[in-house]
Structures are given as structure tokens and as C-alpha cells.
């Protein structure tokens, strides 16, 4: 595995070295020792899909609160998405700054997220499905999030103005009205 620091400290994008023969390849996309090695978390509580039907479907920007803050391992199974991280983590010199990266079945990369990001992503073919490892269960009374469209923010979101998003996404405080998670 091969990982690449993102500007934003303690956030990775991860493509697997895959050893091939005739019958094709093969490549690690996890490592519990590789993790613990660099500092990651390697604890995955859960996995779950996301199946999204239409292309400029947007979820995010999403995290939970401490005492259930996650880290999450991402990656796209079919299609393709622009995911985009944002780090609210308290008295961070990366504060308030996101970074994206497309992830797609093609190019195989995940995305390390670390606890105390906010996550989202577009999707940018019909079809798309997303895949999350994650450290922890979902707490939906710890669940909290960032508008995806904060002007502040300005995300430059690749397609125009989403074609689906939830009425909770759609709902989120801005950042300047979002308290800072505060890790232990």
C-alpha cells in the first residue's frame, strides 16, 4: 500500500501496490499492523455501503461527536465519486480547510479519514457505490455535520447543485455555527 499524506494532517489516500500474474491481480487494501505502524487506527467497527442512483448525488458532510468521534477507510466499488474531507477537529492549524480527491473503482484508492473530519462526497456516475470501514457504530445522538454548500467553505463540488441530497444534509449548521470537536 502506498500512502500519500493529504494537506491535511492525519488524512491519507491509500493505493494498493497490486502484484499481478496471469490470472490477474492481487493488493492489500488493509492492514491492521501497516496501520498501527504509521499511527492510523487500525480498529474497523463497521462496514457499510452507500448505493446512489443518480450522478451529483451528494451525502455529507458528515461526522459524530466524541465520545463516538470515527475515523473512517473509504472507497468506491462501482463508479466514481469526489470525496471531500473537512477538518473541525479544536486548535488544529488545519482548522476549517478541506481537501478532495476522486476515488473511483478505476483508480482503486481509499481515503484514511481521521477522527474529529467532517466526510462527504459527490457522485459523478449513475450507479456509484461507496464502501466505509469505520472505527465506530453509529450513535445517531452523537451524529452532527457541516452544509456541504457553505459558502465559507466554498467546496468546489465538480457537478452543479446536487440532484438528490437529504433533507438532513441539506439542513447542516454552517461552520461558524458548528462547535469545534474536541478529541481526547
Known sequence: MIFEATPLAGAYVITPEPISD???FFARLFCATTFTER????????????????AGTVRGMH???PPAAECKLVRVTAG?????????????????RWYGVELSAA?????YIPEGFAHG?????PGTEVTYHISRGYEPALAAGIAYDDPDLAISWPLPPPVVISERDAAWPRL?????????
Open 22 to 24: 496471469n490470472r490477474g
Open 39 to 54: 499511527g492510523l487506527n487500525p480498529h474497523l467497527d463497521q462496514i457499510s455501503l452507500s448505493q446512489n442512483i443518480h
Open 63 to 65: 461526522l459524530q461527536r
Open 80 to 96: 466514481a465519486v469526489y470525496d471531500v474531507i473537512l477538518d473541525v477537529r479544536a486548535g488544529s492549524e488545519t482548522y476549517g
Open 107 to 111: 483508480n482503486r484508492m481509499l481515503l
Open 121 to 125: 462526497f459527490q457522485t459523478l456516475v
Open 176 to 184: 461558524r455555527d458548528f462547535d469545534p470537536i474536541i478529541l481526547p
